[in-house]
């Protein structure tokens, strides 16, 4: 476990204008209202909520999030189950293919670790290939832990998955033949649908998921097989499907931070308000006649899904951010009113995609009281930063 280092201990009690540039900050109260909005949601909806810790990367923020209800993380990597659970997580699902000999092996250990101390772990599988060397993986451990298994079927994200319908019918039968693995139920998410900027467009996308969700657990009963549990969904489409009577369980994790990429989405009007809730502090360096530059460029934030947003300033006086390479921003006057930041200046930015942002960082900044007003209050360790594996 990575030490906090001394100069970031020595910034909790300072105010926010004090912060080291460039830094990636956690407005705490806009965050807790973030949390308490999705437990609320899902305690409306009679649904579990299991948020993806792939966003966070942090037991700290994870363990926050079961204390408000949630049932545990997701996980993409073996390496952030691992990290994670290091750290006090014990209820651990890597929602994701795992094939290697060797990572299976550590998955079986995992599994064994988090049964001994009363916890779980689940994994998601979409070939007969992969239960076979699942089980191998678990049978070499001298433990009688099992594993949770979930079936993922290919909801159009064209990625992982097995087809809805019988060729899944089959994963689970074969799944639910070996002792050591429990048929937990059905993956299914729709990851491409959670950035469709038209709400109509993604409520249509999330039926025909949910037809698919249904028809595939439907088949699997038939079949003589219960289906504890269909788990998916995120951010952009909860709404729909925590509706649809299908899933128990909603994955979303972006609502905790929120970013500028789900910024541009149309709300739903029965979506809670999630807030922005991560930025970038930066400070500007260089003021010319015709643009100013700041010292955040793409080495202190993600860019896949566009550049960050200047935060708070009204339409009027808005700054737009350009590209300046991997330690500049370049910022331009775009409001009718706006006028260049004077050098010196501190702004806000927030990121175009939350996940790769924080994966930069090693802790994050949690600031209590507001990004105008505010003072530190806690430093957040990032345990699965770089957890790749």
Known sequence: M??????????????VDLIDTPAL??????????IQRMADFARKHQVRWRPHAKMHKSAE???LLQQAGATGACVQKVSEAEALAAAGVNDLYISNQVIAAAKLLRVARLAHQL?????RLALAVDSEEGIERLAEAMAVTASDAGIDVFVEIDVSQRRC????????????????RHARLRFAGLHAYHGRAQHLRGAQARREAIAAVVEAARHTRDLITAAGLAVPLVTGAGTGTLVHEAASGVYGELQAGSFLFMDADYAGNEREPAQPAFEHALFVKTQVISSQETHAVCDAGHKSHAIDSGLPIVAMLPPERALRYANGGDEHGILYADGNKARLPSLGRMLWL???????TVNLYDFLIGVRGGLAHGVVERIIRVDARGALT
Do not use: Q, T
Request: glycine letters at 12%.
């Open 61 to 63: 923020l994870a363990l």
């Open 25 to 34: 900050v956690v407005d705490l109260d806009a965050m807790e209202r973030n």
């Open 2 to 15: 990575k030490p906090i280092p001394e100069s970031l201990r020595a910034s909790i009690g300072l105010r």
């Open 350 to 356: 927030i990121p175009g995609h939350c996940d790769p």
């Open 115 to 119: 049964g001994l101390r009363g916890g």
């Open 161 to 176: 998955g097995v087809p809805p319908g019988e060729p899944a019918v089959a994963l689970a039968l074969a799944v639910a």
